[in-house]
């Protein structure tokens, strides 16, 4: 069954994320925290991480950064799903080749269906 590791500190955001991914047949998994969420990661790989990037503390671009860093995980997915618009991390990262983001969606602009097809687009349900 392939998990999905949620990275959002919005508890009301996290919980419809949840529910429509759970009603879609995954199983799903959140963190608040980034360092939780490299915590849980290190016991047992995600099939996809979907991260916002506006996270207190350790941040989630540097989350990604140390996600990133270690060579059993270079080919996870990982979709951000951010407040933060594209123009303005291309801006402060220079894009997103460097840290191999799968999929990058603004919170504003889409739909809890359309995150859920991008992640049906990368994971097979748990049901099939």
Known sequence: MSRILLIESDRLIAANVIK???KAG????WQVDPQSALD???NELPGVIIIDLVLAGHGGIEFLYEFRSYPDW???PVVVFS???AEEL???LGGFDHLN?????YKPNTTLAEL???VGRILQPASV
């Not at 995954?26 to 998994?29: K, L, M, R, S, W």
């Not at 983001?101 to 969606?105: D, G, K």
């Open 40 to 42: 849980i990661a290190d």
């Open 90 to 92: 291309k801006e402060a």
């Open 74 to 76: 270079q080919e996870i």
């Open 83 to 85: 407040s933060l618009s």
């Open 20 to 22: 429509v991914l759970k």
């Open 116 to 118: 859920t097809r991008t």
């Open 26 to 29: 995954y199983e799903v998994g």
């Open 101 to 105: 983001v799968t999929s990058y969606h």
